[in-house]
């Protein structure tokens, strides 16, 4: 699967939009872009995921450059509850391959 | 979305027993479940994948014979964790995988909450 890298880190204001940023630049065109979060001390949580169309769900949205390069997740309006590490993951959905967590963006969002 | 749960929740040992950690998928069938171990401020970390009906698929370094692996129905596996010591303190996180009504190729895994094994 191929390698995701994303910011270590990143604040925004509660009520604002938070955009998290993840580049994929090695993608293959078989990979789709997952997007789970981590609250402190739980399990991750499925966000959403994309093959090369915008997608939108109750959560966030998520934008896929057109060359698959890179994407941004977008939670539209961040509430403090949103305080978690976002990961980014590429791969193959056809099979049951693994999940290959990185090291994520924490988010904090604050007052 | 699909609801995976573990059980127990937190669990503290001895060393030297052993622990079971059972994961279950709540509303849909898993014949795929996944089992991920994570040390504080690290990623988590698959240890192995469980297959209904079959042997576990270990990661390089996850000793099968200590984490032993039981996936007796579509909507259970469980982690038994064997001779604990106080290294095998962890929160271990499962997942299922769901392929979706129509069974197409786009499969998602959720996650349990997790479970906090600590080992004196």
């Known amino acids: 699967d191929a390698k995701t890298t994303q910011p270590p880190s990143m604040d925004c204001a509660e009520g604002r939009a938070a955009n998290l940023p993840c580049n994929h630049s090695?993608?293959?065109?078989?990979?789709?872009v997952y997007w789970y979060r981590q609250i402190h001390s739980q399990g991750p949580q499925y966000i959403i995921h994309?093959?090369?169309n915008n997608e939108t769900n109750e959560m966030a949205s998520l934008i896929i450059t057109e060359d698959r390069k890179s994407s941004t997740l977008i939670l539209p309006h961040a509430t403090l509850r949103d305080t978690a590490v976002y990961y980014c993951i590429v791969r193959v959905a056809s099979t049951a391959s693994k999940l290959t967590f990185g090291t994520g963006t924490r988010l904090q969002v604050t007052l | 979305g699909a609801v995976v749960s573990q059980h127990p929740s937190r669990v503290i040992c001895k060393s030297g027993t052993s622990v079971k950690i059972e994961c279950r998928s709540l509303?849909?069938?898993?014949?795929?479940m996944f089992w991920y171990r994570q040390f504080p401020k690290q990623s988590l970390m698959l240890m192995a994948t469980s297959n209904e009906g079959s042997k576990a698929t270990y990661e390089q370094g996850v000793e099968k014979d200590k984490f032993l692996i039981n996936h007796a129905s579509l909507t259970l596996s469980t982690l038994t964790v064997t001779s604990a010591h106080p290294e095998d303190s962890s929160f271990y996180i499962c997942?299922?995988?769901?392929?979706?009504?129509?069974?197409?190729?786009?499969?998602?895994?959720?996650f349990g909450p997790g479970t906090r094994l600590t080992v004196l």
């Open positions: 090695t993608i293959s065109g078989n990979e789709y």
């Open positions: 994309g093959l090369k």
């Open positions: 509303d849909f069938q898993a014949t795929t």
């Open positions: 997942s299922a995988r769901d392929v979706g009504p129509s069974g197409g190729d786009t499969d998602t895994q959720y």
